[in-house]
């Protein structure tokens, strides 16, 4: 074997090494970028399902203000209604 065919062999097994652990970078950098694509599908799904809570809540605090309000009305009115009947039954005691 001369120099020449050693150099070739050795030249053509570096250059295959440096193709496989090119391969090995290329799938690898392709797996990480699918998995970043899939990292980033997630997260903008998360980010709508965070936005319709917030919504949810938002509407659900907006009915229980609202609904608190018209309690507090209803119990003032009963409230007047009540003062307005002790006053009835003390003006009738002190008629008598």
Same mark, same amino acid.
Do not use: C, P, W
């Given at each position: 074997? +001369?120099?020449?065919? &050693? %150099?070739?062999?050795? &030249?053509? +097994?570096?250059?295959? #090494?440096? *193709?496989?652990?090119? $391969? ?5 950098? @392709?797996?990480?970028?699918? /998995? ?6 997630? =997260? *903008? $799904?998360?980010? *709508?399902?965070? /936005? #319709?809570?917030?919504?949810?809540? $938002? !509407?659900? !605090?907006? %009915?229980?203000? $609202?609904?608190? @309000?018209?309690? &507090?009305?209803?119990? %003032? =009115? =009963? &409230?007047? @209604? #009540? ?14």
């Amino acid at each position: 074997m +001369g120099f020449n065919e &050693i %150099a070739f062999t050795v &030249i053509t +097994g570096m250059i295959s #090494l440096i *193709g496989y652990f090119l $391969k090995n970078l290329h799938s690898d950098l @392709k797996s990480v970028m699918e /998995e970043q694509k899939e990292v980033v599908e997630t =997260q *903008g $799904k998360l980010k *709508g399902k965070i /936005e #319709l809570v917030e919504n949810e809540l $938002k !509407y659900k !605090y907006d %009915a229980i203000e $609202k609904m608190t @309000k018209i309690e &507090i009305k209803n119990l %003032a =009115q =009963q &409230i007047e @209604k #009540l003062t307005q009947s002790v006053n009835k039954l003390i003006d009738i005691n002190l008629n008598k």
